[in-house]
């Protein structure tokens, strides 16, 4: 089974919890961000799990990122925003014939979220939906992430790969 987890990540969090995700789907599966899953290496995929952090209650605008870009020097650790936006990534997706799945990082109290729009996108290229949108905690807007949540994510990948195969 071909999977690739595909993550944007601006303080690491999204990306620690998307390497984990790929653990537990199993070895051959891989982890990459929005800038390395080129649609040469996602053709033919078997399963995409994509993910996002939440910001202003939804997957991150780039009218969000820019605001971030200019509060860069406000934040204890400078955001990494090298590579495109999740929703930029998903409009590019090119057609395909797998199984989606969505997750995102966020604080527990944000009323909104970016899963349904993850998944929305995937279903469009023709990654129907695996499982339920899953939720991982952060501490913080900028992490770190809350207790627990690498082994969840693990736990939740190795689910992903049985359900797929199933």
Excluded: C, Q
């Amino acid at each position: 089974m071909k999977a690739i987890v595909v993550y944007e990540s601006l303080w690491g969090n999204t990306a620690a919890v998307a390497r984990a995700i790929a653990e537990g789907i199993g070895p051959d599966a891989r982890a990459l961000s929005t800038a390395e899953a080129v649609p040469a290496v996602v053709a033919g995929a078997d399963l995409i799990v994509a993910g996002a952090p939440l910001f202003a209650f939804r997957l991150p605008t780039d009218d969000i990122r820019e605001t971030i870009r200019k509060k860069a020097a406000s934040f204890a650790a400078a955001p990494d925003l090298s590579h495109p936006a999740l929703r930029t990534w998903l409009d590019a997706l090119p057609a395909g014939r797998g199984r989606g799945a969505a997750f995102e990082t966020r604080m527990w109290f944000s009323p909104g979220g970016a899963t349904g729009s993850i998944l929305r996108g995937l279903k469009a290229a023709g990654y129907a939906p695996l499982a339920r949108g899953k939720r991982f905690g952060v501490a913080g807007m900028t992490g770190p992430l809350k207790r627990g949540e690498l082994e969840r994510a693990r736990a939740w990948g190795a689910r992903l790969a049985r359900a797929a195969r199933a």
